[in-house]
């Protein structure tokens, strides 16, 4: 439980960053931010791996890249349900997934499978990194 509640404060500080980065996603608060990763996080759990299935050959011809696609349509459907959180276009919304992505990918990578903060110290020895 703890895990959950961890990565989805993750997926809200991508979107506070994705509105501090890009001028076409509008975030009135915090709490606007949070709902929002959450109604997000439902919607990837329930429509994006159906929207895969469906697009897969769209996605292997792009090698990949059409997932960015999906995932704009799906945070254009979270700014039509959540009042505080707005999506100017499908071009803020397609820069903005992407952005999401980027930093909810970093910050994702502090987190180990127990759902706890991880920090990797290296140690130098006989002249290499350890």
Do not use: C
């Not at 987190?111 to 006989?126: F, P």
Request: glycine share 10%.
């Amino acid at each position: 439980m703890k895990g959950l509640l961890l990565r989805w404060l993750v997926l809200t500080a991508a979107i506070l960053a994705a509105s501090y980065l890009l001028d076409g996603i509008v975030v009135s608060g915090f709490g606007a931010a949070f709902f929002a990763a959450a109604t997000l996080g439902v919607l990837n759990a329930l429509f994006r791996p159906i929207l895969l299935l469906v697009t897969l050959p769209i996605n292997v011809l792009t090698l990949g890249l059409f997932t960015f696609v999906i995932n704009a349509f799906l945070l254009m459907m979270v700014s039509g349900v959540i009042s505080g959180f707005q999506v100017a276009g499908f071009g803020s919304a397609l820069v903005g997934s992407l952005v999401i992505s980027l930093v909810s990918w970093l910050l994702s990578s502090f987190v180990n499978g127990e759902g706890r903060v991880e920090v990797i110290t290296l140690h130098r020895r006989n002249d290499r990194w350890e």
